[in-house]
């Protein structure tokens, strides 16, 4: 890997006079400025001062380099050492401009089949076989070079070129248990059943719905069983979690790498002084519309719905050392609220919703703790659908959800032993044969290890600190219980049978709606 750098630094006064005290300071770049830190005998391959120049107030220089102190580096090593002799020749640097960095022969193990763009900073990058060459434009900043950005964009370049491999191959996935098969009650589509009984009802939006009285006994059914077969025997207490995430959450989480397309958006208002919006008031008023471009200009984007659940209850402990033999192991849920994702590849009635209703199980402690926990919930939950739903489930390894939601198709070549997600997928026999369909996923559990800890600065007083995290939604366990019992109460578990209460049972009058007279439930 190759750097060549041009820059232009420019003072705050004629150097022309300080040619001699500026020329001292530019010879020494050979001898340590720009080789210290490389290691033995790799000097060459070091930044080198390569020419330089000095018209009125401006210092030219070209800079070069191999791998080691690479020429962006030796560029702020270079002005550290000006801006200290400033105090003596009084005048220090005003401005740096990055006229040219190019970095050569960047190698990305494989030959790209596309081409590799960047959005921000760089100008061109060239394919050459399994090498890149990067040519950056001239938007780059000190500040950028200074936050780390050069390195960035390289490891940028490399993944983007990596991603074009398993980009549109499917998910790998590997299994681990397959359960027993079960005798199926119906074939048809739950969701379309419930809407035809009113047991609930689509809203304006996508992928939502109004749940009515009947669901959400079912709903509370699979709670209360949760709770006492999961929760109570392992020792997880409730907390609510917030639903909001600033964008703090998704930067420290990683969603911010690619969460866009997926997420929901909030949006506070700039000015929220009522005559700033009385555009929009006004043409609510005059065409019974809304507005949205008035809007769009009067907000900003100030974080995402909650897409993962667990993400922003990290900022209940950031920066916190928990108290290894009193605190650890942390075990807790959150049943608190929907989360949020905009399901470009489309929604489809209760298995695939945008608003979207998770418990969701969150253990810390340290990694030996971790382990033993997940074993536990993912044991607990196994005896839960098996036993308890009667459900005909398949258990497999992953792809962990925080890799794909940050973009990630495949494992990470620096696994950590222990680290992953297991999925739980159920029949739906609407969709087809065993064999030959697509089931459901209708809960994870994973091992996170150190990453959350690590994000939101984290620590254990005695060792280190691991977090794992369980999610299934009511959608999908009631989708996955439907599809495979059918509606007819009598053949459902008793765990379920004798915990549900409908509305007609109970003999309370049926609500009807004066215009299309409905009954609903
Ligand atoms: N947070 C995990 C997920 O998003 C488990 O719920 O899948
Ligand atoms: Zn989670």
Redesign the pocket.
């Given at each position: 890997m190759l750097f060549e750098l041009e820059a232009v630094l420019e003072f705050s006064g004629d150097i022309g006079s300080k040619k001699s005290e500026i020329e001292e300071v530019l010879s020494n770049t050979d001898k340590g400025l720009f080789k210290k830190g490389a290691p033995k005998g790799k000097e060459g391959e070091a930044s080198q001062l390569k020419e330089w120049s000095i018209e009125g107030n401006k210092l030219k220089v070209k800079i070069v380099s191999g791998r080691y102190v690479r020429a962006p580096d030796a560029l702020l090593r270079l002005r550290n050492q000006l801006n200290l002799l400033g105090a003596k020749i009084k005048v220090g640097i005003r401005k740096i401009e990055i006229k040219k960095l190019e970095v050569k022969g960047v190698e990305l193990g494989r030959e790209p089949k596309e081409p590799v763009k960047i959005a921000f900073y760089v100008d061109k990058i060239e394919l050459k076989g399994d090498k890149a060459d990067i040519i950056f434009g001239p938007s780059l900043t000190v500040d950028v070079i200074e936050g780390g950005g050069v390195d960035r964009v390289i490891e940028l370049v490399i993944e983007k070129a990596g991603r074009q491999e398993y980009e549109g191959k499917a998910e790998i996935k590997k299994l681990l248990r397959e359960g027993k098969q079960r005798k199926m009650f119906t074939d048809k589509d739950p969701s379309v059943e419930l809407e035809k009984m009113k047991w609930i009802r689509r809203t304006h939006s996508k992928g939502q719905f109004v749940y009515g009285r009947n669901f959400t006994s079912l709903v509370n059914a699979l709670r209360d069983i949760m709770i006492e077969n999961l929760y109570k025997p392992l020792g997880f207490m409730e907390m609510i979690f917030p639903k909001f995430e600033p964008w703090d959450v998704p930067k420290k989480s990683g969603h911010a790498k690619s969460i866009y397309p997926d997420a929901y958006y909030v949006m506070v208002p700039k000015v929220s002084s009522p005559k700033e919006w009385e555009d929009v008031m006004d043409y609510f008023r005059i065409t019974g519309e809304i507005h949205r471009e008035s809007i769009m200009k009067k907000v900003e984007p100030v974080g995402i719905l909650s897409?993962?659940?667990?993400?922003p209850f990290w900022q209940f402990l950031e920066g916190k050392i928990l108290r290894a033999d009193t605190s650890l192991p942390l075990k807790v849920y959150d049943w608190s609220g929907p989360?949020y994702r905009n399901e470009a590849g489309g929604t489809h009635g209760i298995a695939r919703v945008e608003e979207f209703h998770?418990a969701?199980t969150l253990f810390i402690g340290s990694p030996e703790q971790v382990k033993k926990m997940a074993e536990e919930v993912e044991e607990k939950l196994t005896f839960i659908f098996d036993e308890l739903l009667e459900l005909e489930t398949k258990k497999y390894s992953v792809v962990p959800?925080?890799m794909a939601?940050e973009g990630e198709k495949k494992l990470s070549d620096n696994e950590v032993e222990g680290v992953g997600t297991v999925d739980f997928e159920a029949y739906l026999p609407y969709r087809g044969e065993r064999a030959k369909s697509e089931w459901l996923e209708i809960q994870?559990i994973?091992i996170i290890g150190d990453k959350y800890p690590k994000a939101f600065s984290v620590k254990s007083s005695k060792g280190e600190l691991w977090s794992g995290?369980?999610?299934?939604s009511f959608e999908r366990w009631i989708c996955a219980f439907l599809a495979q019992k059918g509606f007819e109460r009598d053949k459902w578990p008793n765990e379920i049978k004798r915990r549900v209460k409908l509305v007609n049972e109970l003999n309370e009058a049926k609500f009807t709606n004066a215009e299309d007279e409905i009954e609903f439930a």
């Open positions: 897409y993962a659940q667990c993400p989360t998770r969701e959800w925080w939601q994870n994973s995290c369980a999610g299934g």
